[in-house]
């Protein structure tokens, strides 16, 4: 397990990886900007070089960047779509400066244009991106979604279908947030049912494009739709259903976040909970 969870950019980014020390995290998420604005000011090179001087001296195994949630790829608004493809090439570069591999992003929202329109629009969007910072190393992680309003990227099909549709699909990769599979309706709880997410997502996406979880429980039940995290053990999903995934042989070489309710105060308790059933 590469346990961490999402931490603060608090006084610089540079703080960050002893944030994530001082939780017990192997692995962080940050923002490298701020999540409300369309426009940020550049990486100052002194903070960039903060950066990685700290994270190289925490023992921190994996950083992931978690992308602006105002971004929707698969917007039909022309103004939306261009506000949002220009952010996320600042959003890649930000990651390539720092030398973080993943940078991960919801997909996109259709808003009434309908799920194949969208899905087509998300797919532009990416190979426009990666045209435009060829040769950088960051890969870009779908993340799964609850399937809330008109967001796509709910069921394995919406990814398969993007990672279908890219001009350099080796670029792009994948983030299975617990929660949202679970609010889209896929059930992990038992070995059978797991065994049979898992056959799922195999088939359609392929296990080798997951880089990275998001460990969540869920407020909500099976099939909600409804995007509500809470914390590991305490939802509808329960310990088992983490007890499975956390001793997951095919998934121990990648970095499992926790994004659970309450921020910093309370990830060391639930790091300690996703510790304690390691077989």
């Known amino acids: 397990m590469i346990l961490g969870a999402h931490v603060s950019i608090a006084g610089g980014l540079g703080k960050s990886p002893l944030n994530g020390v001082k939780l017990g995290c192997e692995s962080i998420q940050i923002f490298t900007r701020n999540q409300r604005q369309w426009k940020t000011k550049p990486l100052a090179s002194d903070e960039v070089e903060g950066f990685r001087k700290e994270l190289d001296h925490s023992g921190i195994r994996f950083v992931t960047v978690h992308a602006s949630y105002l971004l929707n790829l698969g917007s039909p608004k022309d103004k939306v779509l261009t506000c949002s493809r220009d952010a996320f090439c600042d959003e890649i570069e930000r990651c390539e400066e720092l030398g973080i591999p993943y940078l991960i992003v919801h997909p996109g929202a259709h808003v009434g244009s309908g799920?194949?329109?969208?899905?087509?629009?998300?797919?532009?969007?990416?190979?426009?991106?990666?045209?435009?910072?060829?040769?950088?190393?960051?890969?870009?992680?779908?993340?799964?979604?609850?399937?809330?309003?008109?967001?796509?990227?709910?069921?394995?099909?919406?990814?398969?279908?993007?990672?279908?549709?890219?001009?350099?699909?080796?670029?792009?990769?994948?983030?299975?947030?617990?929660?949202?599979?679970?609010?889209?309706?896929?059930?992990?709880?038992?070995?059978?049912?797991?065994?049979?997410?898992?056959?799922?997502?195999?088939?359609?996406?392929?296990?080798?494009?997951?880089?990275?979880?998001?460990?969540?429980?869920?407020k909500r039940e099976l099939g909600s739709r409804v995007d509500r995290h809470e914390h590991i053990g305490r939802g509808h999903i329960g310990l088992k259903a983490f007890r499975q995934i956390v001793n997951e042989k095919r998934f121990s070489q990648i970095p499992m976040i926790l994004e659970t309710p309450g921020g910093e105060a309370h990830y060391a308790k639930n790091l300690r909970v996703l510790r304690s059933l390691s077989m």
């Open 115 to 218: 799920e194949t329109e969208g899905l087509h629009t998300i797919a532009e969007s990416l190979n426009v991106i990666l045209r435009k910072k060829k040769g950088y190393r960051t890969q870009i992680l779908l993340e799964t979604t609850a399937g809330q309003g008109s967001s796509l990227g709910y069921c394995f099909e919406h990814l398969a279908e993007i990672l279908g549709l890219l001009d350099d699909p080796d670029r792009v990769g994948v983030c299975v947030d617990t929660c949202h599979i679970f609010a889209a309706g896929y059930d992990f709880r038992t070995r059978r049912s797991y065994t049979h997410t898992l056959h799922q997502l195999e088939n359609l996406v392929g296990l080798a494009k997951v880089k990275a979880f998001h460990l969540n429980d869920s």
